[in-house]
């Protein structure tokens, strides 16, 4: 793969919908024109997270701001000092410099278009950025750590705030026990501990998607046909981008990245279409400390002392009268990783007990090599050699190829950690009960030997080779929702896997959806990219099938509803009549989903709790025979639909005059459903959840949604990217793939020369750098 040929020339043709098409002769230049051709749509998007790997939010936003770091919105000073604290730039140059000539090509590219872009703008910027003093050049070092921050977000930067919080105990602590041993999982820690993951994402994950694969045993094609539809942010630098990117004789490859990226992460080529769906793979560990008696801040290991490193950072802070000063905070490590505190869970820093944690990806940066692997694949089998660095940082991959091969590969980063391990190597009692409960997995720190296992069979020391990882090659089909590999298809019967790979509880609705509307889309006939796309955009509300039938027949028999409770009875019994269908002209969707928020969490709310030998039928039904339960029930439809009328909307409204965009105010209704239903289509209200005087603002879902098949040319594709590509509301693209995905439209895309011609607006750019 070539990097630089000098100063190459980069070709952008944009076609229907302002999709890039460039052209240049090696990475460096490609990627340079990819930056120059994302900054014309989202310059400020990125200036913005420029800010946020400068560590400069409070210095430029203030205190009381908030950003967003990797996915999780956080206040300013957090992000600030995560950022300060997380990144060693000389230890990650070092990384660059010993990583692929490909990769260290694409950042020299990226920083210096994104550079030639303001240098050619400068004074010209959209209004949100015009002028600002945040907005600044571009270095190799904030790409790095940009790079840095996509690799993390699934454990370190979630926990960033954990890691703030952490400060050693005074030298006179008695606490003794870090997490009471007598903590049971249904106590308040375990309670605490979910929580916490929730809110950091990393319990029932703010990243989520759907992908299918059909192979040659049931396409009417008899090649290989794809449906991915990853439910990523619609905001900040996690958006999807589409973009078409050649080098003459090495690759031709067209698709959609998140971030700051160089390289098609989901996408095809003309032999091979892909998608991803973030894995139940665990991406770090904690380790409890036992630490030195009378010395908090001294840790034994197989009896040896070990002193933590202090680490004082510091951040700008601009006040409400302009005027800056400069702040200091202190975090702690260990050769583990940075320690840190979660109170509402248990895990506290005390005289004889801390926590700390170790990152899986810190520094991964195989992620280029592995989708430039993707980009010349020729089959699913290439595809998966391509995934043997393990570059796919914490995503399973699923993929058809023009034969008619499937493939589902979870070769994503994970601990070596066994099962066998974990029982040797138990915390104290209350902390082991997190694993199961909110899926932290927290290993004995004091003993050498209960550290990450090293197989020379790994190309990453210390985390799981790619042969003990799930993988599967079929001729019918395969998905994933974001529960395991477990489910990939009913009949894969799997060898023993670590419990970080995952295990065989369904905790995705979505996950028995797709058990069921996979099977009778099998059943109507030979599948299609037509079946397929009506197949996900029917919107079924699987948890509203399951649960309004118990809800309506109890409101039939209550004796004294309130009128709060009684409308809310008669709303929802006009969205099950119409078919418990997310469309946006569903009448009373909204109240089900506002009901169901809250309704979901009652302990014990289930008629018929999760069932292993029935995992798509149960959990279902609601426990109205227990009264205490019923109480709330009753209790939770009043209080949603008192949230409903307090927002101003009817109860019977159609959901398209409820559910909008959150970065638009233009009346386009949108179709979809909410993780907790179990809707394929979701959509998600994670910043700001809830119905309000500005309706259910979406800011997450469905985003870039592509089908693919093949022909004798090359790649069928038809897709959208839900929310457009412009983030600039001045654009021609801020709205117009949204109109297009509420009106169920699946645009062809433009792959082949004549086709591009075709659909080209405007005239080619041609960039020299």
Known sequence: MSGSSGGGTATIVRTTHGIPHITAP????????????????????????????????????????????GVRGLPNPQIDIFIAAHMDDAALARLWAASSAANQAQARGYVAGYNRYLQDHAGKLPAACNGKPWVQPMTLAHFYRATEVVQVQAGAGALADAIAAATPPKANATQTSALPAQAAPEGEHIAGAQALMREAGL????????????????????????????HFPWVGTSRFYQMHLTIPGQFDVMGASIGLSGVVQIGFNKDVAWSHTVSTGKRFTLHE???????????????????????????????????????????????????????????????????????????????????????????????????????????????????????????????????????????????????????????????????????AASPVPGLTPPTRMPHVMRTDWVH??????????????????????????????????????????????????????????????LMARHILPDLLAGCTTLSAPTTDVRDGCAALKTFADSGYRNEVTARGAHLFREFWRTASQIPGVYREPF??????????????????????????????????????????????????????DAAIPLHG?????????????????????????????????????????????????????????????????????????????????????????????????
């Open 611 to 664: 069932n292993k030998a029935r995992p798509v039928d149960t959990p279902t039904g609601l426990k109205l025979a227990d009264a205490a339960t019923a109480t709330k029930v009753w209790e939770a439809l009043g209080a949603a639909v008192k949230k409903v009328r307090d927002a101003g909307f009817a109860l019977d409204a159609q959901l398209g005059d409820v559910q909008r965009a959150i970065f638009t």
């Open 480 to 541: 994933n929702s974001n529960d395991s590999f477990f489910y990939t298809h009913p009949a894969v019967k799997w060898p023993a896997m670590s419990p970080l790979v995952g295990d065989d509880v369904v905790r995705r609705p979505r996950t028995r959806s797709e058990l069921i509307e996979i099977p009778e889309l099998l059943g109507k006939g030979k599948v299609t990219l037509a079946s397929m796309q009506a197949q996900l955009f029917e919107n079924r509300n």
């Open 203 to 230: 319990l029932d994950s703010p990243l989520g998607s759907n992908a299918w694969a059909f192979g040659k045993d049931v396409t009417a094609n008899g090649k290989g046909m794809l449906l991915g539809n990853p």
């Open 26 to 69: 090696d990475m460096e230049t490609l990627a340079f024109g990819v930056a120059y051709a994302h900054a014309q749509d989202n310059v400020c998007q990125t200036a913005d997270h420029m800010v946020t790997v400068r560590g400069e939010r409070s210095l430029h936003f203030g205190e009381s701001g908030r950003g967003i770091l």
């Open 289 to 455: 400390l036992t630490l030195e008696p009378g010395q908090p801040t001294q840790y034994l290991v197989d009896g040896q002392p070990r002193a933590m490193h202090p680490k004082t950072v510091t951040y700008r802070v601009k006040g409400a009268d302009g005027q800056v000063a400069t702040k200091t905070h202190t975090v702690w490590t260990t050769h583990f990783g940075p320690v840190l505190v979660m109170p509402r869970a248990g895990l506290n820093w005390t005289g004889q007990v801390a926590y700390t944690l170790k990152d899986a990806n810190t520094g991964g940066l195989r992620s280029t090599e592995t989708y430039l692997g993707f980009a010349q694949a020729r089959s699913v089998a290439d595809m998966e050699k391509a995934l043997g660095n393990l570059g796919t940082s914490w995503v399973n991959t699923v993929a058809a190829d023009r034969n008619g091969q499937v493939l589902y590969a979870d070769k994503s980063v994970v601990p070596d950690v066994d099962a066998a391990q974990l029982q040797r190597c138990a915390p104290s009692k209350g902390a082991a009960a997190l694993l199961g409960a909110a899926g932290l997995v927290v290993l004995n720190g004091s003993r050498s030997d209960c550290d990450w296992r090293q197989d």
């Open 673 to 769: 459903g909410d993780e907790i239903e179990g809707t394929l289509n979701n959509l998600g209200d994670r910043g700001q959840p809830g119905i309000g005087k500005r309706g259910i603002r979406i800011d997450y879902g469905t985003s870039y949604v592509q089908t693919v098949t093949f022909d004798d040319r090359g790649p069928v594709a038809q897709a959208t990217l839900t929310f457009g590509q412009s983030t600039n509301p001045a654009s021609p693209h801020a709205t117009d793939q949204l109109k297009n995905y509420s009106a169920k439209q699946w645009p062809s895309l433009p792959f082949h020369a004549a086709d591009i011609q075709r659909q080209r607006i405007g005239e080619p750019l041609v960039l020299t750098r």
